[in-house]
């Protein structure tokens, strides 16, 4: 037999028939194919739906876990389950809150069970601020004031900004040198002026799910002049640079990789300090990954990666004075894939493997479960080995046909993949229409597409 296709090629497209097209004619294991996300937020004045959806053949059958055990939809009056499905409605009229917690859905035939990642549910809480009364804020001219946000927690955690108002207008405070927005929410003046006192000053917060926008009572910001000063009216205290935000000499940070980074440096003084950056002793290499933002306090990084460790250091200064702070930054790695194991057709006799590799910071341990069941409680296989990030099989029957579940976790988050061993003989056959016309140009590829099934893989001809 002539073939002008490549081994490599060969395998790709071997592989991808095998990781893709398992008929579903074929008895098989169960298939998770849709679930909620691991965080889940919903509104508990509307149906709760909890996604979980599989393949197999059988059809699988479902059920759920809550927090770890047995979870009883049936004789939940506010839940049901979808048919043919796993997805869950809650329709909590009565004290949500019971249903805040972690939920598995598992799919089980008699071939084996799936399992979905564990899904926290949490509900949204409509955001609001206590009543409070804000006293009025007194300070001296030059002196510096930070007026707090406090944003009601979420979730999901809001945006916020400060308005200001000065009858009859309101508008939005205008970040300068000298005023800035804290990550926290917090409005900072390195040194308040006169005219900063003509208006009241208003947190608000953004909630990105169903974008409602919440007030803050407003606080009044009175700004003093001595005697002095009325005398000499252009003339307020100087005073060197200290920090507001953050305080002290040092920091630190830990971000996840593919996380935001945000470094902020607020400095109180009079004049306005400067803000300047150095890491690791030298001047900060701005690159295209990062932006400088805030009048230069604030260093934003979207996508945190390794490149972004070390010791950060900004400066203020004013003509009375200088004062350093160095964040260290470190950046850690939840899990993350670098090859998921994909199902196996296997006929009697024939050796397999499923490999389960991923990386992370710390590097992530793998548990290895069948069924659900972990691997060092189940039934031994004298067949079955797990090596490193590997199991193997040799000699397969078909009590090896199951789900197996690979868990790659370390402490800031886990992978888990389902992929099945399918021990059978099936004669081979084509998949997908017969006698198809293909049109081609002239002069470019093309691609005779052909997709077959059989255990053991069937050799293929043209
Ligand atoms: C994966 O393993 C981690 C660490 O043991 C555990 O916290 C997590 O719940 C496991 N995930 C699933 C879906 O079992
Ligand atoms: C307040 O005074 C400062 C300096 O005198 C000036 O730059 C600023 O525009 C004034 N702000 C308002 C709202 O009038």
């Not at 090629?9 to 996300?37: F, H, N, Y």
């Not at 000053?201 to 009175?222: D, H």
Request: proline residues 9%.
């Amino acid at each position: 037999m002539g073939t002008l296709v490549e081994p490599a090629l060969l395998l790709l497209l071997w592989q991808s028939v095998w990781a893709l097209d398992i008929p579903l004619e074929v008895r098989q294991p169960p298939t998770i194919i849709k679930q909620s996300m691991k965080e889940h937020i919903v509104d508990p004045k509307d149906t709760m739906v909890i996604e979980c959806e599989a393949k197999g053949n059988p059809h699988p059958i479902f059920s759920w876990r809550r927090n770890g055990k047995y979870f009883n939809v049936a004789r939940d009056s506010q839940a049901s389950m979808r048919r043919r499905s796993g997805t869950l409605d809650i329709y909590a009229k009565n004290n949500p809150e019971q249903y805040e917690a972690e939920y598995q859905c598992i799919a089980s035939n008699e071939y084996g069970s799936a399992y979905s990642n564990k899904i926290r549910l949490q509900l949204y809480r409509a955001p609001v601020w206590p009543r409070e009364i804000l006293e009025p804020v007194v300070v001296s001219a030059g002196l510096p004031l930070v007026l707090s946000c406090d944003p009601p927690p979420g979730p999901p955690k809001p945006e916020t900004y400060w308005m200001s108002s000065s009858f009859p207008t309101m508008q939005a405070v205008r970040p300068d040198r000298r005023v800035s927005m804290g990550v926290n929410g917090d409005l900072y003046f390195s040194n308040v002026l006169i005219n900063d006192s003509v208006a009241d000053y208003c947190c608000n917060a953004r909630f990105p799910y169903k974008n409602v926008i919440q007030q803050k009572m407003p606080v009044v910001v009175k700004v003093l002049t001595s005697e002095y000063y009325s005398v000499r009216p252009r003339t307020v205290a100087e005073a060197a640079p200290t920090w507001l935000s953050p305080t002290g000499s040092s920091s630190s940070i830990l971000v996840l990789q593919g996380e935001e980074l945000l470094l902020e440096c607020i400095a109180a003084g009079m004049p306005t300090p400067r803000i300047t950056w150095t890491k690791d002793g030298e001047d900060l290499a701005v690159t295209s990954r990062m932006k400088v933002k805030n009048f230069n306090k604030m260093i934003q990084i979207p996508k945190a990666s390794f490149d972004d460790v070390g010791e950060y250091t900004c400066a203020a200064t004013n003509r009375l004075g200088y004062i350093e702070h160095t964040i260290t930054v470190k950046v850690k790695a939840a899990p993350f894939w670098l090859e998921k194991p994909t199902d196996l057709i296997l006929a009697p006799e024939e050796n397999g493997r499923l490999v389960c590799r991923s990386d992370g910071a710390p590097r992530p341990t793998i548990s290895w479960s069948i069924n659900g069941e972990p691997i060092e409680t189940a039934d031994p296989q004298p067949n079955r080995q797990v090596s490193g990030d590997t199991l193997i099989f040799r000699s397969v029957s078909a009590s090896n046909t199951a789900v197996y579940q690979c868990n790659a976790s370390n402490q800031f988050g886990y992978l888990l993949a389902n992929a099945f061993v399918n021990v059978l003989h099936a004669t081979p056959r084509i998949l997908g229409p017969r006698n198809e016309l293909t049109k081609v140009i002239e002069g470019s590829h093309a691609l005779l597409d052909c997709r077959y099934f059989g255990s053991p893989v069937p050799e293929l001809r043209w």
